[in-house]
């Protein structure tokens, strides 16, 4: 068994103002996990004090930290960030179409419980329409992993529209959270939303399945139990 969370950290700036990435790693340490996705995260951005937060965390949490530039400022940058327990074994990084705010889809392959699996980390687009295109390059990609695989982050949507729809199609995925019948529990502070997704491969079997309070963001973490059938 092994576990996952995808959260998105606002760069450590919580819901009191302050920005701490060393509350961020606090809380993922006492999670546990072994493998992590995270959104809105900073390396050397002036704004978060040039901390290099990937390095961070993989320095405190003891993880292989691989990250995502999807927007660079200065010789700083923001996106996505997956870290592994055990190291990984391949990396990809892939732009997603769409105008607006650029967009990524970071894939790690990590051995999990000894079964080489396919880690995708992604933050969508917050317009609708180039939501939708993205979602749709997104499954294509995941569709061509023959592989077991994961697909984690923040969707800026719900359960129920065509994004999600469009990234659950032909199930080869499935919502983690509906096998605890979570639906009705909020990622997103500000609106009550849930936003926040772990889709898994329908060969793991969901174990557990958990939303986390915290003020380390306005979103919460996201953290499943899985195992290999």
């Known amino acids: 068994m092994f576990r996952v969370v ?122 609708r329409a180039t939501r939708l295109v993205q979602a749709r390059r997104v499954w294509e990609i995941l569709h061509a992993s023959r592989g077991p695989k994961l697909l984690c982050g923040d969707m800026n949507d719900v359960r129920g529209s065509q994004t999600i729809s469009t990234l659950l199609q032909e199930a080869v995925l499935r919502d983690t959270a509906l096998e605890f019948d979570a639906d009705n529990i909020p990622t997103l502070c500000p609106t009550n939303r849930r936003v926040d997704y772990v889709f898994a491969d329908i060969r793991f079997a969901v174990k557990s399945y958990q939303v986390i309070e915290s003020d380390g963001s306005d979103h919460r973490p996201v953290v499943v139990d899985l195992e290999i059938v």
């Open 6 to 127: 995808t959260y998105n950290i606002r760069s450590g700036l919580g819901t009191d103002g302050i920005r701490s990435i060393r509350r961020i790693a606090d809380t993922l340490a006492s999670l546990s996990p072994d493998v992590i996705c995270l959104q809105e995260v900073h390396q050397r951005v002036l704004r978060s004090w040039l901390s290099n937060q990937p390095k961070h965390l993989s320095v405190r949490l003891g993880m292989q930290a691989v990250f995502q530039r999807n927007i660079d400022f200065g010789f700083g940058g923001y996106g996505n960030a997956i870290l592994v327990k055990p190291l990984a074994i391949h990396c990809r990084s892939q732009r997603l179409p769409g105008s607006g705010e650029p967009r990524g889809l970071l894939e790690v392959t990590a051995n999990l419980d000894g079964v080489d699996v396919d880690v995708f980390c992604t933050h969508l687009a917050t317009d």
